[in-house]
């Protein structure tokens, strides 16, 4: 992918983040800073220690995407395929393999495995609050805990957001792969598209008459369907 910037190397895989992290990691922080607790810092005091915890919990949250990823990456090495490279966007990662994963049972698997990343990250950080808060609720408690549990939450959100059955989340990947022991890859992937396809049109029509947030990410799934099967398609013919 062009424009992308490497900025590690872990277990020999170039990790690389888009351009487009010099807006979206700044907006996150921003939003983060502006949102009423317990989701943002807004009642922070001072000012300064508001956007220092705003930012590092922008800054942790595209690591616990990084760790999802590599989680990913970590199954797909000692499966025996390799990863070109780690790209993270502004929702997600994503791992360039090199080839595909034909095994049904292990894709499935290497799939499953970033969700329940997120789940861990997410269950452990919550549950770091909950017992050590001493605050009487996370709203009114010190920023560290708030911190904390924003990671949580939304990680826990990323792992049920990922495991959603359709392309391009990882449930679609699972779906796939449990398609795929009753037909052919090709024909496994297009309805496995098609599903992730009419989930981001409902989505869609839900976001109009909601939320402007909810159109962005239908629009990103209905892309990722699409590209999915292209490539897959490109592999096949
Ligand atoms: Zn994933």
């Keep these: ?11 020999g895989i170039p990790i690389k983040i888009h351009v487009s ?8 922080a921003w939003v983060f800073a502006v949102q009423p607790e317990p989701y943002g810092f807004a009642g922070t005091q001072p000012e300064t220690l508001r956007y220092a915890f705003a930012l590092a919990t922008a800054i942790l949250l595209f690591a616990s995407v990084l760790v999802h990823e590599l989680s990913h990456s970590y ?12 790209s993270l966007y502004l929702i997600g990662g994503v791992s360039a393999m090199e080839g595909e994963l ?15 990343s997120s789940l861990i990250i997410g269950i452990v950080l919550l549950a770091v609050n909950y017992l050590f808060n001493p605050a009487a609720s996370t709203a009114e408690g010190n920023a560290l805990f708030m911190m904390i ?29 449990l398609l795929a022991s009753r037909m052919n890859f090709v024909e496994a992937t297009e309805k496995a598209a098609t ?28 892309m990722g369907a699409s590209a999915e099967e292209r490539q897959v398609k490109s592999l096949r013919y």
């Design 1 to 11: 992918m062009g424009n992308s910037i490497q900025i590690a190397r872990i277990f």
């Design 102 to 116: 034909r095994d049904p049972a292990k894709e499935a698997t290497m799939a499953f495995v970033g969700p329940l």
């Design 149 to 177: 549990f924003i990671l949580g939450y939304i990680n826990v959100i990323l792992a049920l957001f990922n495991l959603i059955p359709a392309f391009p989340m990882d449930g679609g990947r699972i779906l796939r792969a």
């Design 75 to 86: 199954l797909s090495l000692r499966y025996g395929t390799g990863i070109r490279e780690i």
């Design 21 to 28: 992290f010099l807006i979206v990691l700044p907006f996150f």
């Design 195 to 222: 599903l992730g396809k009419i989930l981001a049109l409902l989505m869609g029509v839900v976001g109009l008459l909601t939320s402007f947030w909810l159109v962005i990410i239908a629009i990103f799934i209905y």
